[in-house]
Each structure stands twice: as C-alpha cells, then as structure tokens.
C-alpha cells in the first residue's frame, strides 16, 4: 500500500510543518506514506483559471501512477473518522496505491476534479491549505489508530 498526499505550494508555517512531520512519524512505514509538494504557480500575468490549469497538470502528473485519486473540494463528499478508517483497512487490504489531493489557493482546475476517482470535503468550514494538509495527515493517523485499537481515538 501507498499513500500520496499530493499538495500545492511548498512554504509551510513552521508550526504546521512540525504538526504535519508528527503524525507523519506516527504512521506505520506499511502505509507508505509521502508528502508530495509541487510548486504553486505564479500569479504574475495569469488569470485564476490559468493557475489552476497550469497547478492541475502537476497534480495530475503526480498522481498518474495511482489505483485511487481523492480529492480534497469545498463541495465533496463528507465522511466521519470511521467511514475513512474503513477506506483505509480496505486500501491495505488490496494494496492500494492512493493519491489525496490538496489544490492551491485558488482550488482545483476541472480537469483535476474528472481525474478524480472521488471529490472528498474535509469540513464544512473554510480552511487555509496548510491546516486541510495537516488535517488530513492527521486524520490518516487517527483512522489509523482505530484500525490498530489505538487510544489516540476515543468514541
């Protein structure tokens, strides 16, 4: 199994970065994980769509070799931290290799959305980039734990 967080934008706050790099060293090596940070475009003389055109080919590039595509979108689907620890006994079941997207500021291009297995929402909320990353690492982790009888997660 591996598990591809594939993201925009490389500059992280540095207290982000230290949340994301703890739970990161709290998965288990099984699950492969890899934090895939491509560069986000520049927005000097391009228009929002050009930025998301030109940051979906990396994404998609990034993504091509995957069983599974997820990405992260203000209107995917919701699911509970059971539902996703699911997902994740499922994934390692199969030997799974699964790409979770993360978009830049300006969100995902169309084009990333139809190459998406799955459009998954993260919160009802609107979160800046850096926390959706460490959101989402941080819920593998806790899908993870339930998986394992883990007390990091607690009914």
């Known amino acids: 199994m591996k598990i591809n967080l594939v993201v ?11 949340g994301i790099n703890h739970y990161q060293k709290q998965l288990p090596a099984q699950l492969n994980f890899n934090l895939i940070a491509l560069e986000a475009q520049k927005r000097k003389g ?7 055109a030109l940051e979906g ?4 590039k ?3 070799d995957s069983s599974l595509v997820i990405a992260f979108d203000e209107h995917g689907k919701q699911h509970t931290t059971k539902a996703i620890a699911k997902y994740l006994g499922d994934w390692q079941q199969n030997g799974e290799t699964i790409s979770l997207i993360i978009g830049g500021a300006d969100g995902l291009s169309n084009e990333v959305k139809n190459h998406a297995n799955q459009l998954w929402g993260l919160s009802n909320l609107t979160l800046p980039h850096s926390m959706a990353r460490l959101l989402a690492v941080e819920q593998l982790y806790r899908a993870h734990s339930l998986l394992t009888n883990h007390p990091y997660h607690r009914d």
């Open 8 to 18: 925009i934008g490389k500059k992280m706050p540095d207290w982000i970065q230290t």
């Open 46 to 52: 391009k228009n929002i769509e050009q930025i998301k």
């Open 57 to 60: 080919e990396l994404i998609i």
């Open 62 to 64: 990034a993504s091509k």
